[in-house]
């Protein structure tokens, strides 16, 4: 049985998004990509560094034959920026998906939802697969569903928090809210995260620092590519429901007098 | 920084001591002044996005340009030639996730 993710006309095995920044290395972003099992990743839209030519491999370590790129707005902090950025990005990378963030603040960096609503509008109109990263609100991401968003992407903590799921109640619920396939992104610290986040029906999750952040990035990528698969599976296979006292698994039965 | 009628450094240019009129006519004449990524450059005059570049030593694929915050589309850079105190963008994909680069622009 096929259980894949699907973003507009694109269909993904893996459900699992992983970002390109803050590795050591670029060798070392390589193999725990690989590792991850991820078919998309995420990357930034930057000024080319003139007097650095070095730069310019960044895209060489990255295998575009299986590997979808998804190129995000990170740091823009108004729809204006945001749509600035999404345009160079279809420019440069010849594909219509954009992972759409708006930062509402600098310390939390939770996204300015009115911002946000407005790039995702305009940004759909001019033909691109919207992603947009937003909070874990039932009723923006419906808002962004309704005015054409491809998937939700809400926060399970704030970005590089490594803090995990903090509210499952409202990622349960956006889930009964939206039809469009809800991405966890950001606050995944370790495997049991992105397994619990799976495990309340999201459709994937996305994550950079808890995998380049990790001791052993490779080996974490492996975990959380097991996890994601994990809590996927638990989710389909549906869950016995949490009871207050114990039920014995033997039967009484037999028992000796 | 620069003085509009500044020298530039023209390689192959004929020693100062020779013929500096000459000079300045010439280096005025072949070079124009841009605003690139925010930083100015002389280039020269007549230059195409394609010929900068090339000049540039830039893969193509990899880039995306704008002129004066318009997005110039790869089509048009061979025939879109630039012209005194544009700006221009260049720009590419660099590893990111969430966020870990600065707006600096």
């Not at chain 1, 986040?197 to 974490?220: R, S």
């Not at chain 2, 240019?13 to 002389?42: A, C, F, H």
């Amino acid at each position: 049985m096929s259980d894949e993710l699907v973003i507009g006309s694109r269909k993904f095995r893996s459900r699992l998004i992983v970002g390109t920044g803050k590795y050591a290395s670029l060798a070392l972003m390589r193999e725990a990509i690989e590792s991850s099992g991820a078919e998309m990743v995420t990357v930034a839209v930057r000024r080319v560094d003139l007097s650095d030519k070095s730069q310019e491999s960044f895209l060489s370590y990255i295998d575009q034959d299986r590997t979808t790129i998804l190129p995000n707005t990170a740091g823009c902090y108004t729809a204006e920026e945001a749509i600035r950025y999404a345009r160079l990005a279809r420019e440069a990378g010849l594909s219509e998906l954009i992972k759409l963030e708006v930062i509402g603040d600098e310390k939390t960096l939770f996204p300015d939802n009115e911002e946000l609503l407005k790039a995702t509008k305009v940004l759909v109109k001019e033909g691109f697969i919207v992603l947009p990263y937003t909070n874990d609100d039932p009723v923006v991401c419906k808002k962004l569903e309704d005015v054409g968003a491809a998937a939700v992407m809400p926060l399970g903590a704030p970005i590089g928090s490594g803090l995990g799921i903090q509210n499952m109640n409202n990622i349960r619920i956006i889930r009964e809210t939206v039809r469009v396939p809800i991405i966890v992104d950001a606050g995944v610290g370790t495997a049991s995260d992105a397994a619990i986040a799976m495990e309340l029906g999201v459709d994937g999750v996305l994550m950079n620092t808890g995998i380049a952040g990790a001791t052993d990035p490779i080996k974490m990528a492996r975990a959380m590519k097991l996890a994601v698969e994990a809590g996927r599976l638990a989710y389909l296979a549906g869950r016995i429901p949490r009871k207050l006292y114990a039920s014995a698994s033997s039967p009484l039965e037999g028992v000796l007098a | 920084m620069h003085a509009p009628h500044q020298f530039a450094f023209v390689p192959g240019s004929l020693p100062l001591s020779k013929d500096l009129s000459y000079k300045v006519i010439w280096t005025m004449s072949e070079k124009i002044e841009i605003l690139l990524n925010g930083k100015r450059e002389q280039i020269s005059t007549g230059s195409s996005i394609k010929s900068l570049l090339k000049d540039l030593g830039l893969k193509e694929g990899q880039v995306a340009v704008e002129v004066n915050r318009q997005i110039i589309r790869r089509d048009d850079w061979p025939t879109y030639s630039l012209e005194p105190g544009d700006s221009v963008e260049i720009v590419h994909f660099v590893g990111g996730g969430d966020r870990q680069c600065q707006m600096n622009w």
